[in-house]
């Protein structure tokens, strides 16, 4: 069996936070500061199959975003996951989504690098709405 683990961010309000706790499995929520979230990264345990980091995204409204790549200092890191497959898993369950090529440069895309690079690409980030819009396909969710 595949060892799983889900990661938002904390804040009473974050809908990546709501998302995570809602999830039955491993889960952990991830400081709101770059120094605060590396630490948090260097100590969760290295043995996961796949990981999966949610980020909210005040742009979307009634979809998710599947980010490929992670940028730093001008690398890119990418997922190894099959990303087309996590699209169709979301779609079967009426959430919408698209696969993006394009490395986002804030704090999720900080988390998204360091997460790949601990887990040799076997993490996604998968930015998702704000809470503004996330009880709009929270049932889809739940």
Not at 73 to 85: S, V
Request: glycine share 6%; net charge positive.
């Amino acid at each position: 069996m595949k060892k799983v683990l889900y990661i938002g961010f904390k804040g009473h309000n974050n809908s990546s936070a709501i998302l995570v706790n809602s999830l039955s499995g491993q889960r952990s929520l991830l400081t709101n500061s770059y120094a605060g979230l590396k630490r948090d990264i260097e100590i969760l345990p290295s043995d996961y199959d796949e990981v999966y980091l949610f980020g909210a995204d005040k742009s979307l409204s009634d979809s998710f975003r599947i980010e490929q790549y992670a940028e730093k200092e001008g690398k890119q890191l990418a997922a190894i996951l099959d990303l087309n497959e996590l699209a169709e898993r979301l779609s079967a369950s009426g959430i919408k989504s698209t696969i993006s090529k394009r490395a986002t440069h804030y704090l999720c895309n900080e988390a998204y690098w360091y997460l790949l690079e601990k887990y040799r690409g076997r993490a996604v980030l998968i930015h998702i709405p704000t809470i503004k819009h996330f009880y709009n396909i929270a049932p889809l969710v739940f």
